[in-house]
Nanobody, 117 residues
Framework: QVQLVESGGGLVQAEGSLRLSCEAS????????MGWARQAPGKQRELVAT???????SYADSVKGRFTISRDNAKNTMYLQMNSLKPEDTAVFYC???????????WGQGTQVTVAS
């Protein structure tokens, strides 16, 4: 089992920045890929950034150049630095972890990000 706890959401003005954190606990050695997804009201959840255990990253086109994903394996924590935020970034952001082998999905409880225009 893996537990994920997000923090760092809040209210920010457009063009502002926020940094989200996701602390993993439990069977962390089973984790392969971690990522951040978001879900806006009335929309499907979308994956915005991923990072592998070796540090390879990928981003959705909508956030490329503005968001940066990183992970500190010593602290069992993943981050999402979000710059140049737009009102359309408003969503609940979820931390995700996928295990090796069985590729089981784990999700955090989510943290609200609201960008005011």
């Amino acid at each position: 089992q893996v537990q994920l706890v997000e923090s760092g959401g809040g209210l920010v003005q457009a063009e502002g920045s926020l940094r989200l954190s996701c602390e993993a606990s439990g069977n962390i050695f089973s984790i392969n890929v971690m990522g951040w997804a978001r879900q806006a009201p009335g929309k499907q959840r979308e994956l915005v950034a991923t990072i592998t255990s070796s540090g390879s990253t990928s981003y959705a086109d909508s956030v490329k150049g503005r968001f940066t994903i990183s992970r500190d394996n010593a602290k069992n924590t993943m981050y999402l630095q979000m710059n140049s935020l737009k009102p359309e970034d408003t969503a609940v952001f979820y931390c995700n972890a996928v295990t090796k082998g069985t590729k089981r999905d784990y999700w955090g409880q989510g943290t609200q990000v609201t960008v005011a225009s």
